[in-house]
């Protein structure tokens, strides 16, 4: 399967995801245990996946050797934290400063972070240069993602400090990727990958939580039995980190972030076309954003996708690195 569409493919996910999560949150009152709910459903998922695919388990013994022998730096197996960390920023921001803002903000750091991460080539998948062309995509997508909430940014008293964070989280989510490849590389099971992600990731915003609960800053509520979709948010995720994980290592982060985006907003117009919220309306503005975003894929991504493709094709014919690591 192309990894293009399958890159766009974990866009709609993330926009589904955003819905349950959203719809979840908004049921609790309560953002950061929406969150924690959300990682723990997926975990559990990754739990039962773990007992029944011994691929899994062989994948963490692969991890276990590389980070002995020094291949992988043992911090980079927490990258699961990383994306914790942008939870958190998102649950404490959002509410002052709007999604609309800080998909905007998140994003540019991402762009910029996909540039930096690609040149020096922590994904595993060789280093890849900063052209005028892939600049221009990474403008492109910023100002695509601008132009399509254009219609719901609200600056007024716009918090420069939220700004500044929403920005350095969309860096840290670019590195996440990044370092979610290596482990891809050396572990041999994209989700291998995707269980550390979530051991990890449950397990800071769990202690970021009980913090909250004994600063008074957080609270904890009963959670609801209906409606029983919007606990689907963990499972879409564990798919993400398994698609991402394995894409970047082939398409780079910045063109698997431009597909992304891209796949993100036509998600988000095809749950306003057929699940409209209360207030939700399709704009002409998320139309042309979304034709811009696909723009900054031509300008930046198309031209590569289709030797990543070929390399994809020939390693799934050859032994991953770690099997030969493996071996006595």
């Given at each position: 399967?192309?990894?293009?569409?399958?890159?766009?493919?974990?866009?709609?996910?993330?926009?589904?995801?955003?819905?349950?999560?959203?719809?979840?949150?908004?049921?609790?009152?309560?953002?950061?245990?929406?969150?924690?709910?959300?990682?723990?459903?997926?975990?559990?998922?990754?739990?039962?996946?773990?007992?029944?695919?011994?691929?899994?388990?062989?994948?963490?013994?692969?991890?276990?050797?590389?980070?002995?022998?020094?291949?992988?730096?043992?911090?980079?197996?927490?990258?699961?934290?990383?994306?914790?960390?942008?939870?958190?920023?998102?649950?404490?921001?959002?509410?002052?400063?709007?999604?609309?803002?800080?998909?905007?903000?998140?994003?540019?750091?991402?762009?910029?972070?996909?540039?930096?991460?690609?040149?020096?080539?922590?994904?595993?998948?060789?280093?890849?240069?900063?052209?005028?062309?892939?600049?221009?995509?990474?403008?492109?997508?910023?100002?695509?993602?601008?132009?399509?909430?254009?219609?719901?940014?609200?600056?007024?008293?716009?918090?420069?400090?939220?700004?500044?964070?929403?920005?350095?989280?969309?860096?840290?989510?670019?590195?996440?990727?990044?370092?979610?490849?290596?482990?891809?590389?050396?572990?041999g099971n994209s989700f291998t990958t995707a269980l550390l992600n979530f051991v990890t990731g449950v397990s800071f915003l769990i202690i970021i939580f009980?913090?909250?609960?004994?600063?008074?800053?957080?609270?904890?509520?009963?959670?609801?039995?209906?409606?029983?979709?919007?606990?689907?948010?963990?499972?879409?995720?564990?798919?993400?980190?398994?698609?991402?994980?394995?894409?970047?290592?082939?398409?780079?982060?910045?063109?698997?972030?431009?597909?992304?985006?891209?796949?993100?907003?036509?998600?988000?117009?095809?749950?306003?076309?057929?699940?409209?919220?209360?207030?939700?309306?399709?704009?002409?503005?998320?139309?042309?954003?979304?034709?811009?975003?696909?723009?900054?894929?031509?300008?930046?991504?198309?031209?590569?996708?289709?030797?990543?493709?070929?390399?994809?094709?020939?390693?799934?014919?050859?032994?991953?690195?770690?099997?030969?690591?493996?071996?006595?």
């Open positions: 399967m192309r990894l293009d569409f399958l890159a766009a493919l974990a866009g709609i996910l993330i926009s589904i995801q955003s819905r349950a999560n959203g719809e979840l949150a908004q049921e609790l009152d309560n953002g950061l245990e929406a969150s924690i709910v959300s990682f723990g459903s997926g975990l559990i998922v990754l739990l039962a996946v773990t007992i029944f695919m011994p691929g899994v388990r062989q994948g963490l013994q692969n991890l276990r050797i590389a980070v002995r022998e020094g291949k992988l730096p043992s911090y980079r197996i927490f990258a699961g934290t990383l994306g914790a960390v942008f939870v958190a920023v998102q649950t404490m921001y959002v509410p002052l400063m709007g999604v609309a803002i800080f998909s905007v903000a998140a994003i540019a750091g991402q762009a910029a972070a996909s540039l930096g991460v690609d040149r020096v080539g922590l994904t595993g998948g060789g280093k890849k240069h900063i052209t005028k062309r892939r600049v221009i995509a990474a403008i492109l997508t910023i100002f695509a993602v601008l132009i399509s909430v254009l219609d719901r940014i609200d600056a007024h008293n716009l918090p420069i400090l939220g700004v500044f964070l929403a920005v350095l989280v969309g860096v840290i989510v670019g590195i996440q990727r990044a370092y979610n490849g290596q482990i891809n590389e050396y572990s009980l913090i909250g609960l004994v600063t008074h800053f957080a609270h904890y509520t009963p959670l609801p039995l209906n409606p029983v979709w919007m606990y689907m948010g963990g499972s879409l995720g564990v798919f993400y980190i398994a698609f991402s994980s394995t894409i970047v290592q082939h398409l780079g982060v910045l063109t698997f972030t431009l597909f992304t985006v891209g796949g993100q907003l036509v998600g988000s117009l095809l749950l306003d076309l057929l699940l409209p919220t209360e207030g939700a309306n399709v704009s002409w503005y998320l139309v042309t954003g979304i034709v811009m975003t696909y723009l900054g894929v031509v300008a930046g991504g198309v031209g590569q996708t289709s030797l990543a493709r070929k390399k994809f094709q020939v390693a799934e014919t050859i032994d991953p690195p770690i099997k030969k690591i493996a071996k006595p």
